[in-house]
């Protein structure tokens, strides 16, 4: 590197700037302090990034932004927001938590997907509601199980249920009811119990 060129001015009405030139690397370093705001910009060939600090806030403009530090706290007395005009990746290598003491909304224009090498776990201590244009749940390693003090099947259209082996059980009462036809069919049907009654 070669000879820096090294200038302040004072004003009284423009206030401090302090100018630093580094004509072999073409970059250019000036911090001004106008009374109102301090403003810290480094020039290069094509990027340019400044610090503009005032009473009441800070704006950081830049190419490329990194905070390498022990541990980060960031909080807001008001509605905050963050927007990644490219994407947007959150990763840590321990526990992750999302937590809202109120509503806590997430959605995607396109695919949203939730994914774990591990278990995942969707709870709520009061109502919880899943719903798509279409839906559909799987388990492709083992059994797939939904259950509740009362549990509610129904299609508006159609319901369906199949499998190799199907059976539908009831502890007390078990009842199969059809407002129209209803039809019970196989190679070989069984009715069984110590009181039948048909018709």
Same mark, same amino acid.
């Given at each position: ?8 001015? $004072? ?33 290069? =060939? ?6 503009? =600090?005032?009473?009441?806030? #800070? ?5 490329? %932004? ?5 541990? #980060? ?24 938590? %999302? ?28 109502? %919880? ?44 009462? $078990? ?8 039809? $019970? ?12 009654? $048909?018709?």
């Amino acid at each position: 590197m070669g000879t820096l060129v090294c200038k302040i001015e $004072l004003d009284k009405t423009k206030g401090i700037t302090v100018t630093v030139e580094n004509a072999d690397g073409q970059i250019t370093q000036t911090m001004t302090m106008d009374g109102t705001s301090i403003t810290t910009k480094v020039q290069g =060939q094509s990027d340019t990034s400044t610090i503009v =600090q005032k009473a009441d806030s #800070i704006v950081v403009t830049c190419k490329d %932004f990194t905070l390498d530090t022990e541990t #980060i706290t960031c909080k807001s007395s008001k509605a905050s927001q963050w927007t990644s005009q490219d994407i947007l990746k959150l990763t840590s290598t321990k526990d992750m938590t %999302f937590t809202s003491s109120a509503k806590l909304t997430q959605s995607a224009t396109q695919d949203a997907k939730l994914s774990s090498s591990a278990n995942v776990t969707l709870e709520a201590t009061s109502a %919880f509601k899943a719903s798509g244009m279409t839906a559909a749940m799987s388990a492709t390693g083992g059994e797939a199980k939904v259950d509740g003090l009362t549990l509610k099947l129904s299609g508006e259209t159609n319901a369906e249920m199949s499998g190799a082996m199907a059976k539908v059980s009831g502890q007390g009462q $078990l009842s199969l009811e059809s407002t129209g036809i209803a039809k $019970l069919q196989g190679s070989m049907t069984t009715v069984g119990g110590s009181l039948v009654k $048909l018709g």
